[in-house]
């Protein structure tokens, strides 16, 4: 079972109907956006999922985290 986590939202839309991306107080990125069909690409494991996100709100979190300390350059979480 996976632990409860807190997500704050670094990326989307002002609601909770759009792709997404969140920080968790595990230090890690959560995603949100619309399941898409493997075809070709990596294997997934059983829990996981592919989604979609448009390349905006990708760079907007990345924009959004990149002075947290959660993601300086050189530190590993620890957690893949």
């Known amino acids: 079972m996976?632990?409860?986590m807190e997500l704050r939202k670094v990326s989307g839309c002002d609601d909770d109907e759009c792709p997404a991306?969140?920080?968790s107080d595990?230090?890690?990125?959560v995603v949100r956006g619309d399941?898409?069909?493997?075809?070709?690409g990596p294997t997934l494991s059983?829990?996981?999922?592919?989604?979609?996100?448009p390349?905006?709100?990708v760079?907007?979190?990345v924009a959004a985290l990149s002075g947290s300390a959660?993601?300086?350059?050189?530190?590993?979480?620890g957690r893949y």
């Open 2 to 4: 996976l632990p409860d």
């Open 21 to 23: 991306v969140y920080l």
């Open 26 to 29: 595990l230090g890690t990125a």
């Open 35 to 40: 399941q898409v069909p493997i075809r070709d």
């Open 46 to 53: 059983s829990g996981e999922a592919a989604v979609e996100l």
């Open 55 to 57: 390349v905006e709100t």
């Open 59 to 61: 760079l907007h979190a």
């Open 70 to 77: 959660a993601l300086r350059p050189g530190e590993d979480s």
